[in-house]
């Protein structure tokens, strides 16, 4: 059985881990700390069979070396000379195995122009997305335009309902009222900001989401929606989806 569990780093960051539970092997996603992954190690006894990375920032890659060194892991990861350490590098459509899961490289630029994803395909789907798609909200546009980070969102839209969303950050209160502004009639979302504040108020993680709640609540998701256009057209452009999208995300930057 796999499972998988966030290790907090940070202020506010999540490292992924997926364990296979007949084994004792992990797979760890964006170690931006070595810390808190080797005393997950240490705690359980596990092995580290791999190292998941999906853009170059600092906060994602931070622990990579230390962990390299010290268990010799297989590193998978974007084709960016600038992160030290992937052994394997990848891109769109390039697929994997780990954990006895099948795993398809999503490439999503955007937050950065190096940001890929993946997508591990079950019963249900597991998507690692990193700084691209929050519960809530979606990742800031530091490298790439606001027409690839739409389309990454049109992408991860049309995955099932159920697919797991393993984002990177706990931002999932300000994200949702974010969400009230650009779309205040949405009841779906309120029930939500008030689960996750109870989560919250108990120190347990929002994530992962899910795709169907993502679809529901998310106004970046939402675009085509004249509920959210309703909303952005008094902030910019909100013709299409896509101008809304653009005018969203720059709301949001300074919201």
């Given at each position: 059985?796999l499972?998988?569990?966030?290790?907090?780093?940070?202020?506010?960051?999540?490292?992924?881990v997926l364990?296979?539970d007949?084994?004792?092997?992990?797979?760890v996603?964006?170690?931006?700390?070595?810390?808190?992954?080797?005393d997950?190690?240490?705690?359980?006894?596990?092995r580290?069979?791999a190292i998941l990375?999906?853009?170059?920032?600092q906060d994602?890659?931070g622990?990579?070396?230390?962990?390299k060194?010290?268990y010799?892991?297989?590193?998978?990861?974007p084709?960016?000379p600038?992160?030290a350490?992937?052994?394997e590098?990848?891109?769109?459509?390039?697929?994997?195995?780990?954990?006895?899961?099948?795993?398809e490289v999503?490439?999503?630029?955007g937050h950065?122009l190096?940001?890929?994803?993946?997508?591990s395909s079950g019963?249900?789907?597991?998507?690692?997305c990193?700084?691209?798609?929050?519960?809530?909200?979606c990742?800031r546009l530091f490298?790439?335009?606001?027409?690839?980070?739409?389309?990454?969102?049109?992408?991860?839209?049309?995955?099932?309902?159920?697919?797991?969303?393993?984002g990177?950050?706990?931002y999932?209160?300000?994200n949702l009222?974010?969400?009230k502004?650009?779309?205040?009639?949405?009841?779906t979302?309120d029930?939500l900001?008030e689960?996750?504040q109870?989560?919250?108020?108990?120190?347990?993680p929002?994530?992962p989401?899910?795709?169907?709640r993502e679809?529901?609540?998310?106004?970046?998701?939402?675009?085509?929606l004249?509920s959210?256009?309703?909303g952005?057209?008094e902030?910019?452009e909100?013709?299409?989806?896509?101008?809304?999208?653009?005018?969203?995300?720059?709301w949001?930057?300074?919201?």
């Amino acid at each position: 059985m796999l499972t998988v569990k966030p290790l907090p780093a940070f202020q506010d960051n999540y490292i992924w881990v997926l364990q296979q539970d007949n084994t004792g092997s992990v797979v760890v996603v964006d170690p931006g700390e070595a810390q808190p992954v080797i005393d997950y190690l240490e705690r359980t006894g596990a092995r580290l069979e791999a190292i998941l990375i999906t853009h170059h920032h600092q906060d994602h890659t931070g622990g990579l070396n230390e962990l390299k060194s010290r268990y010799s892991p297989r590193v998978i990861g974007p084709d960016n000379p600038a992160i030290a350490g992937i052994d394997e590098t990848v891109g769109e459509g390039d697929r994997f195995r780990l954990m006895g899961r099948h795993f398809e490289v999503m490439a999503t630029p955007g937050h950065t122009l190096d940001h890929i994803s993946f997508l591990s395909s079950g019963t249900p789907s597991l998507l690692f997305c990193a700084d691209t798609l929050f519960c809530g909200g979606c990742g800031r546009l530091f490298e790439g335009s606001p027409e690839q980070m739409y389309k990454a969102l049109t992408r991860f839209a049309e995955l099932d309902d159920d697919t797991l969303v393993f984002g990177a950050h706990e931002y999932t209160l300000a994200n949702l009222k974010f969400a009230k502004a650009a779309e205040p009639d949405n009841s779906t979302r309120d029930a939500l900001f008030e689960e996750c504040q109870k989560a919250r108020e108990l120190d347990r993680p929002t994530l992962p989401s899910t795709i169907g709640r993502e679809r529901d609540i998310n106004p970046f998701m939402r675009t085509h929606l004249e509920s959210v256009q309703r909303g952005a057209a008094e902030q910019g452009e909100a013709h299409d989806a896509q101008s809304t999208f653009t005018t969203l995300r720059a709301w949001k930057d300074r919201f």
